[in-house]
């Protein structure tokens, strides 16, 4: 290879696509390009990422190397090492790559980017998740924003708005790393029992599939969607989150193209609640940058002090959907099937596991961050704290969701019940939010024996939610 060219690494990470993608766009302005993606167990520690966010990773960079035409170049690691050898075989004049968040991230990509500017290699770094860097929206008093409606309102939407998305760029100067013999299976992303299964029935992770989902929630979600996004079996979710995660759509182009719908008659308030959920999206990134600490650490240090209780059995029960409520066992059962959960489902079962059962967030996130295929660190350590009330911008303590309620507003007709509990399917609706309540002669007609088809209540609501508010009580005295 001419020692002449000007070569560069581009670094692919959670920006798995080609279309609007900064970084990328801007290395193939060079002579060659080696396109790369490493796989880093190496500094990711307990942040190391779950199975089922594994199974999508695998599929969406096979996806990204066709698009690639085969040019990608795979690799597993520590990055810093694995750049330091492609570095000095290639004679490679720059490494460019988009930032991502992750307090670990961060802390890695600061020590790569120093090593090789001290090698005068060129560095650069773009926004391909965001659609403001967290250090560009913060108070008149440069502090950060703790409360989601100001943050979005006066912060983001008072500020420059979010560029356009980018044209696909030309890929002709990209060049593969012909000595490395990694292929895909080598990173091992995919479990030896086939689990995943079910879950290739309902996702196509990748570039054109991310596409896809967004195309299909504008033409058949976005109508309706501020109230109908409640809805669990409503076609009002854009499902779009894990597409997000890794990059296979950008903010932008989700942002832009859902503006182009504002002609729509009666469109208004559910475009601007739309776009105000990428902007919690924000909110959560913005948190993690600011409060480096959130993944583990309570914002509010008052919850230092909460008495939460250890009890293995009804976190085992919560998990595998075994709780005796209906709503929330349809969730989990969801989770496990599916790798995802219908938003509203997520704080009911959130709720329920912090504030009834008063297990400790933690294991609600880390239960999350394992099964959820959008397993994401700032929107599920945001998201978990604000059910827990111990986040910026909680929930009031008091708020506790009753599954029942929920379940009746919610999934009236027991649709997304018996979608997820088929042993459920014949009883009564009447009864579908609490079968213990059903006359024996009605659970006989409905081939349901509770505690052997379905299961008894875990804990009764009432009482637990005494329980809960006493609990809280105590941390509001010591504060």
Same mark, same amino acid.
């Given at each position: 290879?001419?020692?002449?060219?000007?070569?560069?690494?581009?670094?692919?990470?959670?920006?798995?696509?080609?279309?609007?993608?900064?970084?990328?766009?801007?290395?193939?302005?060079?002579?060659?390009?080696?396109?790369?993606?490493?796989?880093?167990?190496?500094?990711?520690?307990?942040?190391?990422?779950?199975?089922?966010?594994?199974?999508?990773?695998?599929?969406?960079? $096979?996806?990204?190397?066709?698009?690639?035409?085969?040019?990608?170049?795979?690799?597993?690691?520590?990055?810093?090492?694995?750049?330091?050898?492609?570095?000095? $075989?290639?004679?490679?004049?720059?490494?460019?790559?988009?930032?991502?968040? #992750?307090?670990? $991230?961060?802390?890695?990509?600061?020590?790569?980017?120093?090593?090789?500017?001290?090698?005068?290699?060129?560095?650069?770094?773009?926004?391909?998740?965001?659609?403001?860097?967290?250090?560009?929206?913060?108070?008149?008093?440069?502090?950060?924003?703790?409360?989601?409606?100001?943050?979005?309102?006066?912060?983001?939407?008072?500020?420059?708005?979010?560029?356009?998305?980018?044209?696909?760029?030309?890929?002709?100067?990209?060049?593969?790393?012909?000595?490395?013999?990694?292929?895909?299976?080598?990173?091992?992303?995919?479990?030896?029992?086939?689990?995943?299964?079910?879950?290739? !029935?309902?996702?196509?992770?990748?570039? !054109?599939?991310?596409?896809?989902?967004?195309?299909?929630?504008?033409?058949?979600?976005?109508?309706?969607? !501020? /109230?109908?996004?409640?809805?669990?079996?409503?076609?009002?979710?854009?499902?779009?989150?894990?597409?997000?995660?890794?990059? /296979?759509?950008?903010?932008?182009?989700?942002?832009? $193209?859902?503006?182009?719908?504002? #002609?729509?008659?009666?469109?208004? !308030?559910?475009?601007?609640?739309?776009?105000?959920?990428?902007?919690?999206? /924000? @909110?959560?990134?913005?948190?993690?940058?600011?409060?480096?600490?959130?993944?583990?650490?309570?914002?509010?240090?008052?919850?230092?002090?909460?008495?939460? =209780?250890?009890? /293995?059995?009804?976190?085992?029960?919560?998990?595998?959907?075994?709780?005796?409520?209906?709503?929330?066992?349809?969730?989990?059962?969801?989770?496990?099937?599916?790798?995802?959960?219908?938003?509203?489902?997520?704080?009911?079962?959130?709720? @329920?596991?912090?504030?009834?059962?008063?297990?400790?967030?933690?294991?609600?996130?880390?239960?999350?961050?394992?099964?959820?295929?959008?397993?994401?660190?700032?929107?599920?350590?945001?998201?978990?704290?604000?059910?827990?009330?111990?986040?910026?911008?909680?929930?009031?303590?008091?708020?506790?969701?009753?599954?029942?309620?929920?379940?009746?507003?919610?999934?009236?007709?027991?649709?997304?019940?018996?979608?997820?509990?088929?042993?459920?399917?014949?009883?009564?609706?009447?009864?579908?939010?609490?079968?213990?309540?059903?006359?024996?002669?009605?659970?006989?007609?409905?081939?349901?024996?509770?505690?052997?088809?379905?299961?008894?209540? =875990?804990?009764?609501?009432?009482?637990?939610?005494?329980?809960?508010?006493?609990?809280?009580?105590?941390?509001?005295?010591?504060?």
């Amino acid at each position: 290879m001419n020692t002449n060219e000007n070569i560069v690494i581009f670094w692919f990470r959670q920006d798995l696509r080609i279309i609007d993608n900064p970084g990328l766009s801007k290395s193939l302005t060079s002579d060659k390009v080696l396109p790369i993606y490493i796989l880093d167990d190496t500094n990711s520690n307990d942040c190391a990422m779950g199975a089922a966010s594994r199974w999508w990773l695998h599929n969406s960079l $096979r996806e990204l190397n066709k698009n690639l035409d085969n040019k990608l170049s795979l690799y597993k690691g520590d990055p810093s090492e694995i750049l330091e050898s492609l570095s000095s $075989r290639f004679n490679i004049k720059g490494i460019f790559w988009n930032r991502c968040y #992750e307090p670990w $991230r961060i802390e890695r990509d600061k020590r790569i980017k120093s090593k090789f500017i001290e090698k005068n290699i060129i560095v650069e770094t773009f926004n391909s998740a965001l659609l403001w860097e967290p250090w560009e929206i913060l108070k008149s008093d440069n502090t950060p924003y703790k409360v989601f409606t100001p943050y979005y309102r006066k912060g983001c939407l008072m500020s420059e708005p979010p560029r356009e998305p980018l044209s696909a760029p030309n890929l002709n100067t990209l060049f593969e790393d012909e000595e490395n013999i990694l292929q895909l299976d080598d990173l091992n992303l995919l479990p030896r029992i086939k689990w995943y299964k079910e879950m290739e !029935k309902h996702w196509e992770p990748g570039e !054109k599939g991310a596409h896809k989902k967004l195309e299909s929630f504008l033409s058949d979600g976005l109508l309706g969607y !501020k /109230e109908g996004r409640n809805f669990p079996s409503k076609k009002n979710v854009s499902q779009l989150s894990a597409h997000m995660h890794y990059g /296979e759509i950008s903010p932008n182009q989700v942002w832009h $193209r859902a503006k182009l719908k504002k #002609e729509i008659f009666g469109i208004e !308030k559910d475009l601007d609640h739309f776009l105000s959920e990428l902007g919690w999206r /924000e @909110f959560s990134y913005n948190l993690l940058f600011h409060f480096p600490e959130l993944p583990r650490e309570n914002l509010q240090k008052k919850f230092d002090n909460f008495p939460w =209780i250890e009890n /293995e059995i009804s976190f085992d029960k919560w998990k595998k959907g075994l709780t005796g409520y209906p709503i929330v066992d349809a969730g989990m059962r969801e989770l496990w099937q599916t790798g995802y959960m219908h938003n509203r489902v997520r704080m009911i079962v959130g709720s @329920f596991l912090v504030k009834n059962l008063l297990l400790h967030w933690h294991k609600g996130e880390e239960w999350f961050w394992d099964c959820l295929i959008d397993a994401d660190l700032a929107s599920n350590s945001a998201s978990w704290q604000w059910v827990a009330g111990s986040g910026a911008d909680a929930a009031p303590y008091f708020r506790i969701f009753n599954p029942i309620l929920q379940g009746k507003r919610f999934d009236p007709d027991g649709t997304y019940i018996k979608k997820f509990i088929p042993e459920l399917e014949q009883l009564p609706n009447k009864y579908i939010f609490s079968p213990w309540e059903a006359p024996i002669e009605v659970l006989s007609e409905a081939n349901i024996e509770l505690g052997s088809d379905y299961p008894e209540p =875990i804990v009764e609501l009432t009482k637990s939610r005494d329980r809960a508010l006493e609990a809280f009580s105590t941390i509001r005295i010591k504060a």
